[in-house]
């Protein structure tokens, strides 16, 4: 355990994002950690800066002013540890996702097997995976060769074989990666990671180990054919990409010295604390969920009792990867969501311009609406697509729905870019589409990647700041299921407050209704569903438990699952603008 | 303080660029050597393609008995059809190179042969002086004259006359416009937004387009196109800025290099139109960043004002609430046309 971070002490988190850099203060008030304070800066890891300091000197004045604690001395270095006047802190931690997404080749053996778990590996950290070779591809070596020498990837993640099984096969499916590499320049050459048969990696080492930038090993992904582990091999991938952002980026050396080597990359972190809730928090009625949406990714974390699930996904990004949303999607798609009439062409033209400036922000309703929609359909691709590796066995209202998150983290630009929290809500819920009874949690100022950085070496610190109401509880959502026709009722609410004070809402299907419940507030919640509806207890069953107060109180999502929209774009429009003033507006 | 990204449109400054080779190669200026946009700067050879023959596998036999087999080591030259190795037996098995090319690896009874050779050769693009040698990959040149910095563009440089067809900075290029007296050139439109007046373009041969605007579904066939395609502006209809428009109009006629290169936010890598002037003094050389204060000249990134010019009257203290109901730091601009707008500090950029 390095010296700097011991229980007790003050911590200073930096997290650098692609658009944003933020810096929080962590600091012991009345015995136990505190979320002190905030402050972020524009990133400059890009051009014409070049240089992520600047951003982060930005974010850390920006503390500093709010704080009125000095952290930085006057030739730009962090004072540290702790000074007798109040100045400076004892450690620091960092969380790292600006830079665009590693290119990634992925190699496996079975394309269903091991070079399935080298994708699920590959997406647990910010890498686009452009090439995938298995045991099947029907190119030649020397085709792979050389796509593989026009990619010029930045990263190669291999599996294959299980623990003492095949060798030869893994050997020959190397060949094509060692030889496009030995043929690269050495400064282009990739970093590698082997989370393969673990018997192969003194014949890895001798065929890759001088021709990469830098060779990583982890355990086996696939230990055996039927058991698939991707924790430890997950952890050495966050360590190739901070070695290969340190040779890309400048600025990173400066920040590792300051954290001592405590530095993760965001999505990893992110993924490590709902880990650590869901085993913690978890109750026996669902999992954890954490969403980030960004403009370097859509970050999906999802901690069930028997596993993590977490995937980065750089092409649902909302910077500069933006046009290629629509290689996933139709503009119509994204449009549906929009409350103003506006047109696909409008749609596209926004999308490429907000490519090339990540960081600008919607100044007009029409900007709003368009970026609004387009997070929705992002976040909303995003959940589709991580859902096919969430565990069989979560427990979920029926077959092929999602399983029943409780609570629901939600953090990023798309959400900071929100001008009240209802169109925060109404993005998550419309995007999600969670089933069940669930608390939505805004991280707006990105707590939670801190606090899994942070638990690297101090446990104390997550778990205080968690219980200490840092996070801004938004609403508990209920979410009815089951058929119903249009505006006809499928429940009745009836919530006692702590006071004693009573409020009911009937819910029809198709619509949102709220109960006001304050942030700190718990209260009774009874539901009885109408016969097919289930709110989490089972169809047509009711049921009562206590919920917590947030800063719209408890909404019911009365509009089904799937959520289907109507077709007549007016109607639909309408909708839209109804849902949005019933939650606040 | 914010700092401020700079988006440059000059009239007269100090220019330096960097022409690198992607692969070693030899380097064909000296420092202080004058240069014109078609000199050749550095070239090299390089193979795109590579022939894998697992000369053991295919004889059944082990890596060590095919290397014993195999008459070829790295560097040697081979031609199609060459031997590579000869199997035993009463109908012995012969492996022959299958393309013309040079041995780059051998051993285990494998050979890696590099075939497809060809030639890359890395002009200057600009009229200039060379002010530094990078060993075995290029060199840095330096001009004077009027630069305009784009947001897009197809990756190809060309130098040419510039003929602007824009007799405002929203004229749509279209395809009437163009006829082979413009051939060699390269043309100034204010947008394009169709497929026929790109293919008009090549079939003139011209050298070039310097666009304000261009439609988002069109950019796959710019890619393709063999001439560069610098976009000022950004996508859809939007005009081209007039602090650019002015510039290049000025301009009109003189021989310009347009340098198409991608933009990318990491490198600092931008798409440009460098427009060689003679000067007596040394003009100074563009800053990359400044900080945002009340005079400065700024470019709009954002809608509703999108790629307009206007001047920071004042930076609000504090965060602003826009229309959009987002609240951010901000600066009052004095837009060109005479309003007066409050825009996010973040959609802004100093234009110098």
Not at chain 1, 120 to 126: D, N
Not at chain 1, 509 to 535: F, M, T, Y
Not at chain 2, 140 to 149: P, Y
Not at chain 2, 259 to 288: K, M, Q
């Amino acid at each position: 355990m390095p010296a700097s971070l011991i229980e007790g002490e003050s911590v200073l988190a930096v997290d650098v994002g692609s658009a944003n850099t933020r810096a929080v203060l962590f600091d012991i008030v009345e015995g136990r950690y505190r979320f002190v304070a905030s402050g972020i800066a524009a990133s400059t890891a890009e051009s014409p800066f070049r240089d992520v300091g600047g951003g982060v000197r930005g974010a850390v004045t920006d503390l500093q002013a709010t704080t009125g604690r000095a952290l930085l001395a006057a030739d730009g270095q962090l004072i540290t540890p702790s000074q007798a006047d109040g100045s400076g802190v004892d450690a620091c931690v960092c969380t790292l996702s600006a830079g665009p997404a590693l290119k990634t080749a992925i190699i496996g053996l079975l394309s269903e097997v091991s070079l399935e778990s080298a994708r699920r590996l590959a997406e647990t950290c910010y890498m686009r995976i452009l090439d995938s070779a298995g045991i099947n591809d029907p190119r030649q070596a020397d085709q792979q060769i050389d796509a593989l020498m026009r990619l010029q990837p930045d990263a190669v993640v291999i599996a294959g074989g299980t623990d003492g099984g095949a060798s030869r096969s893994v050997q020959k499916m190397l060949e094509p990666a060692g030889l496009s590499a030995f043929l690269l320049a050495p400064e282009k050459r990739p970093a590698v990671l082997f989370a393969g048969n673990q018997r192969l990696q003194n014949e890895v080492k001798e065929l890759l180990g001088n021709v990469t930038s830098a060779m990583h090993y982890s355990p086996n992904v696939r230990p055996s054919l039927d058991t698939e582990d991707l924790g430890p091999a997950a952890r050495e991938l966050a360590s190739l990409y901070l070695g290969v952002r340190k040779r890309q980026l400048r600025g990173i050396d400066q920040l590792e010295s300051w954290s001592r080597g405590i530095m993760l990359p965001t999505a990893y972190s992110q993924g490590r604390m709902i880990r650590f809730l869901s085993q913690v928090y978890g109750g026996t009625r669902g999992a954890v969920l954490g969403i980030d949406i960004g403009a370097s990714a859509a970050v999906i974390a999802a901690g069930f009792r028997s596993k993590t699930t977490l995937r980065v996904y750089p092409q649902f990004g909302l910077g500069e990867n933006l046009p290629l949303l629509l290689q996933h999607t139709t503009l119509e798609d994204i449009l549906r969501w929009s409350p103003l009439d506006l047109s696909t062409g409008a749609l596209r033209d926004f999308m490429f311009q907000k490519s090339l400036y990540p960081s600008s922000i919607a100044a007009t309703k029409e900007d709003q609406s368009l970026a609004q929609a387009v997070a929705r359909q992002a976040l909303h691709l995003a959940m589709q697509t991580a859902r096919r590796d969430f565990p069989r066995g979560a427990l979920s209202s029926q077959p092929g729905r999602l399983p029943f998150f409780e609570p629901i983290f939600a953090s990023g630009g798309a959400l900071a870019d929100t001008a009240t929290p209802a169109e925060a809500l109404l993005l998550l819920l419309d995007a999600i589409q969670p089933v069940g009874i669930a608390t939505i949690i805004l991280d707006r100022s990105n707590l939670l990647p801190f606090l899994g950085a942070a638990a690297e070496h101090n446990s104390m610190l997550p778990v205080q700041v968690l219980d200490s109401g840092a996070f801004e509880g938004l609403a508990t959502v209920v979410s009815l299921t089951g058929a119903a026709s249009e505006g006809t009722q499928i429940a009745r609410a009836h919530l006692v407050y702590e006071n004693g004070a009573e409020a009911r809402a009937d819910i029809k299907h198709g619509n949102l209704e709220l109960l006001p419940l304050q942030h700190g507030q718990n209260a009774r919640l009874s539901i009885q569903p109408r016969h097919g509806i289930d709110v989490g207890f089972g169809a047509g069953r009711a049921g009562a438990l206590t919920v917590s107060g947030g800063t719209l109180g408890v909404v019911f999502d009365g509009r089904g699952r799937p959520l289907r929209l109507p077709q007549d774009s007016g109607r639909r429009r309408e909708l839209i603008k109804k849902w949005l003033w019933t939650v606040g507006g | 303080m914010t700092l401020a990204p700079v988006h440059h449109i000059l009239p007269l400054a100090t220019i330096i660029r960097e022409r690198r080779l992607p692969v070693k190669g030899n380097v064909r200026v000296r420092v202080g050597q004058k240069v014109s946009p078609a000199d050749i700067v550095a070239d090299a050879t390089w193979s795109r393609e590579h022939i894998f023959l697992d000369v053991g596998r295919a004889l059944g036999i082990s890596g060590s008995a095919a290397d014993r087999l195999m008459r070829l080591k790295p560097g040697d030259q081979v031609t199609a059809g060459l031997v590579v190795a000869r199997g035993g037996g009463l109908l012995p098995k012969t492996i022959r190179v299958p393309r013309t090319g040079r041995v780059i690896a051998a051993g285990a009874g494998e050979l890696l042969i590099e075939a497809g050779e060809s030639r890359l050769e890395l002009r200057a693009g600009l009229s200039g002086i060379v002010r530094e040698i990078i060993p075995d990959r290029g060199a840095v040149i330096e001009t004077s004259g009027a630069l305009v910095q784009g947001v897009w563009g197809n990756g190809r440089v060309d130098s040419g006359a510039m003929i602007s067809l824009a007799d405002k900075p929203d004229a749509p290029l279209t395809p009437g416009r163009l006829d082979v007296s413009m051939r060699g050139s390269i043309l100034v439109g204010g947008q394009v937004r169709d497929a026929d007046t790109l293919r008009t373009a090549a079939d003139v041969a011209v050298r070039g387009l310097l666009l304000g605007s261009i439609f988002p579904s069109l950019l796959p066939m710019a890619l393709e196109m063999r001439f560069p395609i610098v976009v000022t502006d950004g996508f859809g209809s939007i005009p081209m800025n007039s602090a650019a428009y002015r510039l290049i109009s000025t301009n009109n006629k003189r021989e310009v290099t347009l340098n198409a290169e991608a933009f990318d936010r990491y490198s600092g890598a931008r798409p440009e139109v460098i427009i060689p002037l003679p000067f007596a003094t040394r003009p100074p050389e563009p800053h990359d960043v400044e900080a945002f204060a009340p005079g400065q000249t700024v470019r709009v990134r954002r809608q509703p004002a999108v790629g307009l010019i206007g001047t920071i009257l004042s930076l609000s203290g504090g965060l602003s609430t826009f229309p959009s109901g987002l609240r951010a730091a901000g600066a009052e601009v004095r837009l060109e046309n005479g309003k007066q707008l409050l825009v996010p500090l973040v959609n802004l950029e100093v234009v110098g």
